[in-house]
């Protein structure tokens, strides 16, 4: 099939694609979208291979000798990327446009890879013409490419945690581990509030925050086959009603939350929080996707919002959940 293939044309079709991506109709088009746009390009070829992290590793290598530089060094700006929720959006939605091209190529994917990595060479030298310094894109390019990386891997890992060392050694339901990992991406949104006295987002609206990290939960469990609705927020409870947090399921799943992500070298509260949702809308997937699913999504959805909002608010009302 990619020997019939026009390979310029090809890829001139999946960069216009990305660029529409990232094109507004006002603003124009948003660089740094396509950076994140082709990192995850970049990620959906990686889990064609057995070894995903060594493929990232070996592209990094093949593109520092095509760029003829390596990245630049140093420690990245606060805000020189995007914080984490917009990077799984906007990877997520590289992503998918790879699996679009990916189709007619299933029995070549080096070659397909081979000729995205191409397409970055091409676009960051082109770029470096308009004042953008090739190993700089390079760097934000890896970032986000690490980035993406890590939000899949989370994903896996703790859904596979929560069901290896709960639900088989200790009974837990699937809508515990749904609570579980919903209610702990809650509690770290609201760690990662204030970290030394620094507040570690980029504004004071908190509320927007989680909103943000709900969001990612609810993306994913619709990307894999939850049917989208409005009845998330079903059930919920008022707000004049004491907070009730699942704090034995946080409990019981921190310590492995802790090691991991220590494994994984992410540090940062608010990467954790948008990792935990993540794996959330997955169990949500796992549990109320499908034709059969073992439990009704319209029960499964608002168990996750539950979770991860009572979690939140408990934090700032000083409840028990404190001592975690």
């Not at 906007?90 to 299933?106: H, I, N, P, Q």
């Not at 070659?111 to 090739?134: A, D, K, M, Y």
């Not at 991406?185 to 030394?196: I, L």
């Amino acid at each position: 099939m990619f020997a019939l293939t026009n390979k310029p044309e090809m890829g001139a079709r999946l960069y216009a694609g990305l660029v529409a991506l990232a094109t507004d109709a006002e603003q124009g088009t948003d660089t740094m979208k396509i950076i994140q746009l082709l990192a995850g390009v970049l990620v959906e070829t990686y889990f064609v291979f057995d070894e995903p992290d060594e493929a990232m590793e070996a592209s990094f290598r093949k593109l520092t000798f095509m760029l003829g530089c390596a990245p630049a060094s140093g420690v990245v700006a606060a805000h020189a990327l995007p914080p984490a929720h917009i990077m799984d959006f906007e990877t997520e939605r590289g992503r998918s446009a790879a699996r679009t091209f990916f189709e007619d190529w299933l029995d070549c994917e080096f070659e397909f890879h081979e000729l995205i990595l191409s397409i970055i060479q091409n676009v960051l030298v082109s770029w470096e013409e308009t004042g953008q310094p090739r190993s700089e894109t390079f760097r934000l390019l890896v970032e986000c490419t690490k980035a993406c990386m890590g939000f899949e891997i989370a994903a896996q890992e703790l859904c596979d945690v929560v069901i290896d060392s709960k639900v088989a050694s200790e009974g837990w339901s699937l809508g515990d581990c749904i609570a579980s990992l919903s209610a702990i991406s809650g509690y770290r949104v609201a760690q990662a509030v204030n970290v030394g006295g620094r507040m570690m987002f980029r504004d004071n609206n908190i509320p927007d925050n989680l909103g943000n990290v709900v969001r990612v939960m609810t993306q994913e469990a619709i990307r894999l086959g939850v049917p989208a609705g409005s009845d998330w927020r079903f059930g919920l409870p008022a707000n004049d009603v004491p907070v009730n947090a699942p704090v034995e399921l946080v409990l019981g799943i921190e310590p492995y939350c802790q090691s991991f992500f220590g494994a994984i070298n992410v540090y940062n509260h608010y990467d954790q929080a948008v990792c935990c949702a993540k794996a959330a809308g997955r169990m949500v997937a796992v549990a109320a996707g499908g034709e059969l699913p073992e439990m009704e999504p319209a029960i499964a959805k608002p168990l996750a919002m539950s979770a991860i909002t009572e979690t939140y608010k408990s934090v700032f009302a000083n409840a028990e959940i404190l001592s975690c």
